[in-house]
């Protein structure tokens, strides 16, 4: 079955971030149990289209106003096209755009009651936020709601829950909250919380409710221990939503599956970005963020199908 996939997020004519990040990954076949997977559709509205991500010196672009995304969905619904098999968006920082989104959402989840979300609340990291604080209420009482599948780091986290998370009880009980509030299947992308394997791994968890064919609930808790590489890389987040919800549509009922298939190709990816950058800078040079652009054509075998790296811990598994 051909699966469509509308992709809401940024665009950049030189580089990979937002929907340059996203689309290449989901649209590759891929190997499950030695059966070839098909790619997915991907047809993408770019919220912004910028000349190269913002980590560089310069740049230049233009943004899609509240207005003109309308005017785009529109053209698509005329031609009676608005059918999707999952959404996905990332970064946003206008409210106006945003609830436009949201109602788009709607009215796609209306048409196709099994629409998947997979939302990457994008609002910041490190204790910063870098978008607009008028945005935090949209993304409680409106985005993830909505939300199938949630990705946000720490503090994304924190911020939609009101909650720290100081150990790793703190972040059971923050998945559960964000779990309250609509996402079945919600992954903490990335925590400061200290990893059992040193300070060289960051540490992230996820969890996943399923409902059992005999009505009862039962939920997955996983944990990894991913290594960490010492440098700045932009488009990270938008390949993991991605790569998120790739692997979760060939592995729906196994969180600790799709979440070592995807921890792992970004793994392969990083590992051969970091290792050109390096090349390129030459010796004792700290590569340019050109240099760091993710490698992702030359990923395509991993994405297709990763050797797994990093292997999930299951935490707890509980019937309800």
């Known amino acids: 079955m051909e699966c469509r996939v509308l992709s809401i997020q940024s665009h950049v004519v030189r580089g990979y971030v937002g929907n340059k990040s ?7 076949r891929r190997t499950g149990s030695n059966v070839q997977v098909l790619g997915f559709e991907v047809d993408s509205i770019n919220s912004v289209q910028f000349s190269n991500h913002t980590g560089y010196g310069h740049w230049k672009g233009q943004v899609l106003t509240a207005e003109e995304l309308n005017v785009l969905y529109e053209g698509i619904k005329l031609n009676n096209v608005n059918h999707y098999d999952y959404i996905l968006t990332g970064y946003s ?4 755009f945003l609830e436009t989104v949201v109602d788009i959402i709607k009215e796609l989840k209306k048409a196709n009651p099994s629409l998947v979300y997979v939302c990457d609340p994008v609002m910041g990291d490190q204790g910063a936020m870098y978008v607009p604080e008028n945005l935090l209420p949209v993304y409680k009482n409106k985005v993830v709601p909505l939300a199938d599948i949630l990705t946000p780091n720490q503090f994304e986290a924190e911020l939609l829950t ?3 998370i100081n150990t790793e ?9 964000l779990h309250k509030m609509g996402p079945e299947t919600v992954v903490l992308t990335s925590t400061d919380l200290p990893s059992k394997q040193g300070d060289q791994f960051l540490v992230a968890l996820g969890s996943q409710k399923i409902k059992k064919p005999d009505g009862t609930n039962t939920d997955q808790k996983i944990c990894m221990d991913i290594p960490k590489v010492d440098a700045v890389f932009v488009g990270t987040g938008d390949l993991f939503a991605a790569l998120m919800l790739a692997w979760t549509h060939q592995h729906p009922k196994d969180l ?3 979440c070592e298939k995807t921890v792992s190709v970004m793994h392969h990816v990083i590992k051969r970005t970091i290792t050109y950058a390096n090349e390129m800078a030459g010796p004792g040079k700290r ?3 050109a240099q760091l652009e993710l490698r992702m054509v030359q990923s395509k075998a991993d994405i297709e199908n990763p050797a797994i790296v990093v292997e999930a811990k299951l935490l707890q598994k509980s019937s309800q």
């Not at 920082?93 to 106006?96: G, P």
């Not at 009880?169 to 909250?177: H, P, Q, S, W």
């Open 22 to 28: 996203a689309t290449f990954p989901l649209q590759v």
């Open 169 to 177: 009880e703190d972040a059971i009980e923050v998945m559960d909250l």
């Open 162 to 164: 009101g909650r720290k």
């Open 93 to 96: 920082r206008d409210i106006s």
């Open 287 to 289: 590569p340019t963020p």
């Open 256 to 258: 600790k599956t799709a």
